[in-house]
Every structure is written in C-alpha cells, then in structure tokens.
C-alpha cells in the first residue's frame, strides 16, 4: 500500500499546486488583461478562456478532494476522530474542509456563473460588467483561501504555526 500511497500523495500535491497556479494566473495574468478590455472584445475573451479556465479548475479541484479524502483515511485507518487532535488533525480537518467548500462552490455556484457568460448577449454591456466584477472577486477569494489550505497542509506535515 505504500506505493500506492506514494503515487495518490504525489497525485494530490500536484494537482493542488496547479489548482493554486491557475487561480494565481487568473488573478496576476488574466485578470489585469481583462480590465483593460471593454465591451464586445472583453466579452470575446471571456467566453474564450473562462470555459477552458473552467474545466481545469474542476479537474484540478476534484483531484485534490479526492486524492485528499483517501489520504485522510489511509492515514487515519478509517478513524476520523484523529482529526479532532493535535496540529496534524487539526490542520488536515481545516484544511480539507476549505477545501470541500471551495471545491462545492466551484461546481455550484461558479457553474451559474459560466452560464451567464455563455448565455449574455452582444452589447449587454450592464451584464458583462457584473460577471466582471465577480471573476475579479471570487478569485481573489479562492486565492486567499487556497493560500490558507496551503499553509496548515505545510503545518500538519512540518509544524510552521
């Protein structure tokens, strides 16, 4: 089982970088670029990169709930309760939980948000500007909160706080 381990650990850990890389180039790339476009040619680029922005965000996500929700129990054996202990509990319970939430969110609610990006009109200038105004938000969000998960997994497996 070790080996195993060894590859949905190295699974989960990559795919949790790149998740946080992408939100980082969606907040420090894509997000200026969008703020200097206006109207028709801000939506054009929009309905180009947010769709495959997307797709990888919920396959980065779910890879890292996944793989983390097995690692938890692999090194938990099944007892869940050794959450409620000690930094390495307690920094995986946190951590994983934001992480749920983040990925629940993703698949919920930015989902409505993507349908209103493909569904918008040309020249409704009104409701680009909102679904603008929440790509530059929830990002920003998600980067602060993935920061945050990265930080007590660091802390559960080397003790930093």
Do not use: C
């Not at 939506?43 to 690692?71: D, H, Y």
């Not at 918008?120 to 200038?125: A, L, M, V, Y």
Request: charged fraction near 15%; charge should be positive; proline fraction near 2%.
């Amino acid at each position: 089982m070790s080996e195993l381990y060894t590859i949905i650990r190295a699974i989960h850990i990559l795919a949790a970088a790149l998740w946080l890389g992408l939100v980082m180039v969606i907040n420090f790339v894509v997000q200026p670029v969008l703020a200097k476009l206006e109207g028709d040619l801000r939506r054009q680029v929009i309905k180009s990169i947010f769709p495959r922005i997307f797709k990888l965000a919920s396959i980065f996500s779910a890879t890292v709930v996944i793989t983390g929700l097995i690692l938890v129990y692999y090194l938990t054996n099944g007892n869940l309760e050794a959450l409620l202990y000690g930094r390495w509990g307690i920094s995986i319970l946190i951590g994983s939980s934001l992480g749920i939430l983040l990925t629940l969110f993703h698949f919920f609610l930015e989902e409505k948000l993507s349908k209103k990006i493909i569904q918008g009109k040309q020249g409704d200038n009104q409701k680009l500007e909102e679904v603008h105004l929440k790509m530059k938000i929830v990002p920003r969000v998600g980067l602060t909160i993935l920061t945050i998960i990265f930080l007590l997994m660091i802390n559960a497996a080397h003790g930093i706080i």
